[in-house]
Structure formats: C-alpha cells, structure tokens
Nanobody
Framework: QVQLAESGGGSVQAGGSLRLSCAAS????????MGWFRQAPGKEREGVAG????????YLADSVKGRFTISQDNTKNLLFLQMNSLKPEDTAMYYC????????????????????WGQGTQVTVSS
C-alpha cells in the first residue's frame, strides 16, 4: 500500500508563495503519475498539477500556469508544488495523489482514477 502525507500549507497574503511537499511511503508506482488536487468548501475536487514519475513530463491546470510548478525527488519519494503569486481563489485543501499508470492529458486531472490520497494540507490566501 502507498501512504501519502502533505505538508507546507498555511496562511499567506495575496501575491505570496508557499511550497507544498508530499512524502510517500510504502510501495510506489514506479512508472505512474503523481498529482496535486485541491478542494474548496462547496466545490468539487479539481486537478492542479501532474507529473510522470518515470520521466519529466508535467501538467498544469490553466488557472495556475505561470504561477505553480510541480516537481519531484524520486530518490527521496517526495513530490513538491511550488505556488507563487497566490490569489484568494487558490484557497483550498490541497491533496497529493498517486496513479498506477502513466499521465496523460486526461488522466492526470481525473480524481476518480487515483487510488491513493493524502490527508491534505490547508492553504489560505487573504486579500
């Protein structure tokens, strides 16, 4: 089984930055996709970013392109999400997740396909 644990969330003013980390333990899909999702109260969980564990391909939601960057350190089983120029609409609970297959334009952001999820870390951006 795979266990994921997010950290790095907090409260920040608009325009600020945060770096989220996701530590993975247990068996990890060696050639799978890793993703970051977020969910605000009353809204559905949405994909923010994805990265292919077996390469360097990355995916970003249009709403965060130019502001967020996803990266990984496979030797330490760590996943990161660097968030810059944060906006109040970025406020949400952020989750990392693991997919047992390679990323694709559709799959990376499809929450229903991910089997493993962390508990989430809260990000609050004030105006």
């Amino acid at each position: 089984q795979v266990q994921l644990a997010e950290s790095g969330g907090g409260s920040v003013q608009a325009g600020g930055s945060l770096r989220l980390s996701c530590a993975a333990s247990g068996w990890i899909y060696s050639s799978g996709c890793m993703g970051w999702f977020r969910q605000a109260p009353g809204k559905e969980r949405e994909g923010v970013a994805g990265i292919y564990r077996g390469g360097s391909a990355t995916y970003l939601a249009d709403s965060v392109k130019g502001r967020f960057t996803i990266s990984q350190d496979n030797t330490k089983n760590l996943l990161f999400l660097q968030m810059n120029s944060l906006k109040p609409e970025d406020t949400a609970m952020y989750y990392c997740a693991a997919l047992d297959r390679a990323c694709s334009i559709v799959l990376w952001r499809s929450a229903s396909h991910y089997k493993n999820w962390g508990q989430g870390t809260q990000v609050t951006v004030s105006s």
